[in-house]
């Protein structure tokens, strides 16, 4: 029985290996004048060029005050809050806002949130990337503490379409101004 299985194995992987070679004169070979054979043809060409040409990427870094403790705080259509804004440098340039959901989930010194980014030109007037994310926050009163973050851009302004349905990528530390209260930090935001 082991034996008749391992026959029929390698029989299979042979015929599979020599029926998917171009260079086999078994092969069937398709008709040139055939128009679906140009398709075909010109579909694998694009294919073929488009693995061979590296998607770009995006790279920035980021500052931020946070904004979450503003009289009066604000929110978006959604009821997000605005947490954190500041200035955004490298591939784009302009103002990136994180807009979450309060209150967050904690587990320890480890909160979870939902956000939304957005990234603005410097005089806020064209919204240039948006997306959705999630992340964590580990608070550690008295030192900076870490956050993370990973989502997708939903929205983007006709000269980054490029980075449509792209994953985005952010993380950094911020300051305390005194216990339970965040003040400002520094991190990097991407997408790839």
């Known amino acids: ?24 004169p078994m092969a069937p070979k398709l008709n040139q004048g055939d128009p679906m ?23 920035c870094t980021t500052e931020y005050d946070f904004r979450g403790a503003d009289d009066p705080p604000a929110f978006d259509t959604e009821g997000r809050l605005l947490a954190w804004e500041g200035p955004i440098s490298g ?16 587990t320890g010194q480890v909160s979870h949130y939902e956000d939304r980014f957005e990234i603005w030109n410097d005089d806020e007037t064209v919204l240039l990337l948006a997306g959705d994310e999630a992340g964590t ?30 994953k ?11 216990p339970g209260l965040p003040d400002n930090g520094y991190g990097t935001f991407k997408v790839n």
């Open 1 to 24: 029985m082991k034996r008749s299985i391992l026959i029929f194995l390698v029989i299979g992987t042979v015929m599979i290996f020599f029926g998917c070679s171009g260079d086999n």
């Open 37 to 59: 054979a140009k398709e075909l043809n010109q579909s694998d060409q694009v294919a073929n060029s488009l693995a061979k040409k590296p998607l770009p990427s995006l790279r």
């Open 91 to 106: 591939d784009i340039t302009g103002v990136i806002k994180w807009w979450m959901f309060v209150p967050f989930e904690l």
């Open 137 to 166: 926050t580990t608070a550690r009163h008295g030192k900076n503490s870490n956050w993370r973050t990973n989502g997708i851009v939903t929205e983007a302004a006709p000269e980054y379409v490029e980075w449509l349905g792209r």
């Open 168 to 178: 985005a990528h952010a993380e950094g530390h911020f300051t305390w101004l005194e």
